[in-house]
């Protein structure tokens, strides 16, 4: 339980987006990290490694995002979790695009969009097709179009007509 209060914490601390909430978050996340780990929970101590993954990025620490990704992403493998891994390689492909590392980027963009279209969660598989769009550069336009069909067919229409401009612009 202590592990689920710690976790919220974290995630309340994140959602903050400033150097505090992200210390914060960061402490949190390893406390929950530290008492999965006592426990052996594979899937507590890939979820928590997700988190400070996150943190690690929004700090712009990509590298270390990229190490606990990598950890998570195994861990959620062999926990059988597709959604996390959708999750984490959408993540992983932003850290991988950060540091100029497009063939990684890709790889992982294209799991995370296959991920989230087969488990129907539009929002998320239209920021692995943006991801997609920006590393791609030759089928850039397919990507954003495909990314304004999700959004039409799930009744986003502003993402819609933001990604029509950029397809536009």
Request: hydrophobic letters at 45%.
């Amino acid at each position: 339980m202590e592990a689920v209060v710690l976790e919220s914490l974290g995630q309340v601390a994140l959602a903050r987006a400033d150097a505090l909430g992200l210390e914060d978050a960061g402490a949190h996340f390893a406390a929950a990290l530290a008492i999965h780990e006592g426990l052996g929970n594979t899937r507590g101590i890939g979820l928590q490694s997700y988190h400070l993954g996150l943190v690690h990025s929004r700090a712009g620490r990509h590298e270390m995002a990229i190490a606990a990704f990598d950890r998570a992403l195994a861990l959620m493998t062999s926990a059988g979790d597709e959604l996390s891994q959708g999750k984490i390689h959408l993540v992983l492909g932003e850290a991988h695009r950060e540091l100029g590392h497009s063939a990684q980027a890709l790889h992982s963009a294209r799991i995370a969009a296959d991920i989230m279209r087969e488990r129907r969660i539009p929002a998320k598989e239209t920021r692995a097709l943006e991801l997609l769009a920006d590393l791609d550069h030759g089928d850039s336009g397919g990507y954003l179009r495909q990314a304004i069909a999700v959004c039409l067919a799930s009744g986003n229409l502003p993402k819609a007509e933001e990604l029509r401009a950029r397809l536009s612009g």
